[in-house]
């Protein structure tokens, strides 16, 4: 399959992705992730092996949409979730106001 990353043609097959990250050991995720085989590698560390290129070349998307169209399961990233999505109206008040002391 022919797709683009970071304005450089590539023709990318299952196989040769495959064969390109055996014995690659997956970093640890922290964002959007691909699994290959039987590992999940960051979607990041999956484009510059496959493609040669430093990591700031390139979108997590891109190397998300070619790994897709290839048949490999994809993760996106996982939401970003702050204290206030956490708690209720009046704990997240008092968690401003910060606990009363004892005196």
């Known amino acids: 399959m022919r797709c ?16 390109s990250m ?19 590698y960051p979607v990041k560390q999956v484009g510059q092996v496959i493609t040669g290129q430093d990591r700031r070349d390139f979108s997590a998307g891109e190397v998300l949409r070619a790994m897709d169209r290839l048949g490999f399961t994809c ?7 702050g204290p206030a999505g956490l ?5 997240q008040a008092s968690a401003l106001l910060g606990s009363p002391r004892n005196v």
């Open 4 to 19: 683009v990353i970071a304005r450089f043609p590539f023709d990318l097959t299952k196989n040769g992705v495959l064969d």
């Open 22 to 40: 055996k014995g690659i050991a997956p970093e640890p995720v922290t964002g959007a992730a691909v699994t290959i085989g039987r590992r999940t």
């Open 75 to 81: 993760h996106p990233a996982p939401p970003a979730a």
């Open 87 to 91: 708690l209720g109206p009046v704990a």
